[in-house]
């Protein structure tokens, strides 16, 4: 009754700054669209490899933008990415990224074991007010909570964006048993300011859109591997014949084929120990083309091969 009660006029924090943790596809994203809305954005990786390429991928995005803004100004084109850029700072220190912040956006590798590992130690290092989020796409997030203090658990939830970032307007917000209302009220707050539309759904694997997705982008690989079609073939069908913007290997190479792999595993995982029945063992079994591929580090359009070659 509290959920469906929930009114505009509940408690909540105002989300000034954010701490997002990796710097990949997402975590690059979801910092460029925080810093376009005003909010203060440290983004931190492991290594200033790692962080050089996501300040790359977040100029490159702007610069799409800026073009657009101001078509006939280089000049305010510029600006408009100086003004994003200097809003972000670039760490590999995870402590000192954390001081002080209001939120943390986590959006590192789909590994439950390194997920819990990293909010273990985050939560000894943020103050009280910190709340948590995961971006997770397919893991538990009362299960990466876990590893955290019961009261943190209360300011823990989920915060799913899309990729790219910038130009999908939807976010899942998830909220466990143990996340308050103030969190939840905080997460979609933030959703809003940065103008994307929030849905939420349980705690469940998936959630809303990769529940649907993922089995099928692992169907159309089956269906590769059993040469019922070729993937171009798949692919036209599916834009031209259901209308679809990417056909599901296009669509594979752009999610990163280590990630699906990493859903897909997680999720066996969970129905061979009996610990998740609402998923069948038929839709989560492995596909032998697709751990092939990534085997030879064919991630998709990020490692420039993948079910395509890209330049
Ligand atoms: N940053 C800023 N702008 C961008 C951009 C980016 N990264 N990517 C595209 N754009 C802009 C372009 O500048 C262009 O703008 P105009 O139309 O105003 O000129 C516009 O977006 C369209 O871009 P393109 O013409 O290059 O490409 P497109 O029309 O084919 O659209 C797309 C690109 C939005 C990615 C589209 O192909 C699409 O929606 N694909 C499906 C993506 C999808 O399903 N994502 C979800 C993946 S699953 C997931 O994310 C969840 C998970 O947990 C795995
Ligand atoms: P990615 O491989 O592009 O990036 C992950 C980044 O995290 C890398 O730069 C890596 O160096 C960094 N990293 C790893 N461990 C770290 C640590 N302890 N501290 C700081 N940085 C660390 O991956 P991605 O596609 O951005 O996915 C990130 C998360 O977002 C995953 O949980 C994934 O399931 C989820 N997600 C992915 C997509 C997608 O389409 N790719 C969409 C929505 C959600």
């Known amino acids: ?56 991928m977040i ?27 200097d809003n972000v700072t670039f760490s590999t220190d995870p402590q000192a990224s954390v001081k002080d912040v209001d939120l943390v956006v986590e959006a590192i ?11 273990h130690m985050l939560d000894g290092e943020c103050d009280a007010k910190t709340i948590f989020a995961s971006n997770t796409s397919s893991l ?37 048993e143990e996340t308050s209302d103030e969190t939840f009220q905080t997460l979609l707050d933030v959703c809003k300011r940065m103008q994307k539309r929030a849905v939420s759904c349980k705690d469940t694997p998936g959630f809303i ?10 169907e159309a690989v089956r269906m590769l ?15 031209l014949g259901a209308g679809y913007p990417m056909g599901p290997f296009e669509l594979l190479d752009f999610v990163g084929l280590d990630t699906a792999q990493h859903i897909m595993d997680g999720w066996r995982l969970k129905v061979e120990s009996g610990e998740e029945k609402s998923l069948s063992s038929d839709l989560v079994a492995p596909s032998g083309l697709l751990s092939q591929k990534v085997k030879e580090g064919k991630l998709g359009r990020k490692s420039g091969e993948g079910f395509y070659k890209y330049n």
């Open 209 to 218: 859109v990769n529940r649907l997705l993922v089995p099928y982008m692992f």
């Open 59 to 85: 100029q490159k995005s702007l610069s799409r933008i800026a073009n657009k803004k101001h078509p006939d100004s280089k000049d305010e084109q510029q600006a408009f990415i100086s003004g994003v850029l």
């Open 140 to 176: 538990s997030i009362s299960e990466i909570a876990s590893a955290t203090t019961p009261a943190r658990r209360a300011k823990f939830g989920g915060l799913h964006f899309f990729n790219p970032v910038p130009q999908m307007k939807l976010v899942e917000v998830i909220r466990t």
């Open 225 to 239: 591997e059993r040469e019922d079609a070729t993937a171009e073939d798949i692919d036209a069908a599916m834009k």
């Open 109 to 119: 590798v789909e590994n439950i074991k390194v997920k819990k590992e990293l909010f």
């Open 1 to 56: 009754a509290t959920r469906r009660h929930l009114s505009s006029s509940s408690t909540r924090m105002a989300v000034n700054n954010m701490t997002v943790f990796g710097g990949g596809l997402m975590g690059a994203g979801i910092a460029q669209v925080a810093s376009q809305h005003g909010i203060k954005v440290t983004l931190c990786d492991l290594t200033d490899q790692a962080l050089a390429t996501s300040k790359t």
